[in-house]
């Protein structure tokens, strides 16, 4: 129980898992078109500034936008 009276949320996996899954899928074609016009993509995505992969930059990004969420 949480302090004020209310169970603590929970997180179902598959829904945690649908939700990385379709923002990974929206990113990810995002950062594809980036890259095909030569467009600095990384500065767009908090947390993908640092990574040197197309596929870490997507997914620092991602983990960012889920830790908003949850």
């Given at each position: 129980?949480?302090?004020?009276?209310?169970?603590?949320?929970?997180?179902?996996?598959?829904?945690f898992?649908?939700?990385?899954?379709?923002?990974?899928?929206?990113?990810?074609?995002?950062?594809?078109?980036?890259?095909?016009?030569?467009?600095?993509?990384?500065?767009?995505?908090?947390?993908?500034?640092?990574?040197?992969?197309?596929?870490?930059?997507?997914r620092?990004?991602?983990?960012?936008f889920?830790?908003?969420?949850?």
């Open positions: 129980m949480a302090l004020t009276g209310l169970p603590a949320p929970t997180v179902d996996g598959r829904s898992t649908g939700i990385y899954l379709a923002a990974f899928a929206v990113l990810l074609a995002i950062a594809l078109l980036a890259q095909l016009v030569a467009a600095p993509w990384r500065s767009w995505f908090p947390g993908a500034e640092a990574e040197k992969s197309l596929v870490g930059g997507v620092a990004a991602v983990y960012t889920m830790s908003h969420l949850i």
